[in-house]
């Protein structure tokens, strides 16, 4: 059992309050997910020829205090992308010109106990382990401004609770999603993709998820159509939510066994697990609510 919710603000003048709005969602949902929770926000893009990547070092000795400049100053220097990195908590943003490829390929060799946990030019993410209280102030979700984002609590049945185990799984650039449920093939799923040079970073069910409807948009699917793929591709119980940098798409299983609300204004587009984390969103009493139906795709643009 876990919590998922997600926001997307139709009114830009709201941006400026997304995790402010966001924060109560998350923490409405700790008794569906105590273990860990984290969040994909989604922001104005960078340039074309600029990229960002998050950045993950609590697996480190140095864990909050990692020396970030360090890298950043050696970064700069073995690859000369004229990278600038904002660090949080435990985590860093590090933004930069050119190709993410090798610079994810240099921070790794760098430091081989540094998760990189998302690639794009519109999405930061973060995730630990602790209660959604404690993570969400660990790392100021409340002063999170952007479009939409995806978020998670989780209550780990089938892997470890670590870090890289926590929600959202990403994969390619800007894409995300997040699970309530679990799979029966996921095994089958990465049988399937690594032929197509696809590497897994974990054992968990929701990865397979993700890298298989970001493998379908690599090949040119659209949303739409990759979802649909997915229906006949992933067996299982589900509700998966998934953000890109324009749009935040939601989907349940032909049976509809893991829960899911709707809370639809002018201003926004809200989701959780249970109406409890949705019930103190403004106007919240003229919205309309609605249980997404089984095997239906829902897909609001940003």
């Not at 609300?261 to 926004?268: C, F, L, N």
Request: aromatic share 8%.
């Amino acid at each position: 059992m876990c919590g998922i919710v997600g926001l997307l603000l139709k009114q830009p003048s709201l941006r400026s309050q997304l995790g402010e709005l966001m924060v109560p969602m998350l923490i409405g949902m700790t008794e569906r997910g105590p273990d860990s929770a984290g969040l994909a926000v989604f922001s104005e893009p960078l340039a074309e020829g600029q990229r960002k990547i998050s950045v993950y070092a609590g697996l480190t000795a140095a864990g909050a205090a990692y020396p970030w400049a360090t890298l950043l100053g050696a970064l700069n220097e073995a690859m000369g992308v004229k990278a600038t990195l904002t660090p949080k908590g435990n985590h860093a943003v590090i933004t930069f010109w050119g190709d993410a490829a090798p610079v994810k390929d240099w921070v790794k060799a760098f430091d081989g106990q540094l998760n990189i946990l998302s690639t794009g030019r519109s999405i930061d993410l973060y995730k630990d382990i602790g209660t959604p209280a404690d993570v969400a102030a660990r790392y100021g979700f409340n002063q999170l401004q952007g479009s939409h984002l995806v978020g998670h609590t989780r209550m780990a049945t089938e892997s470890a609770v670590t870090p890289d185990r926590a929600h959202p799984f990403t994969a390619g650039e800007d894409f995300c999603l997040v699970h309530n449920g679990s799979l029966s093939n996921p095994y089958g799923v990465r049988r399937m993709l690594e032929p197509h040079g696809i590497r897994f970073e974990t054992d968990n069910d929701t990865e397979a998820a993700c890298r298989y409807l970001e493998w379908r948009l690599r090949e040119g699917d659209s949303l739409h159509q990759a979802l649909q793929k997915g229906f006949e591709a992933l067996d299982g119980f589900y509700t998966f939510l998934m953000g890109t940098a324009t749009e935040l798409a939601l989907i349940r299983d032909p049976f509809a066994c893991k829960p899911a609300v709707v809370a639809e204004t002018d201003a926004y587009v809200a989701i959780a697990s249970e109406f409890r984390s949705l019930a103190h969103l403004p106007d919240i009493a003229h919205a309309t609510v609605f249980e997404p139906a089984p095997e239906e795709m829902y897909v609001w643009k940003a």
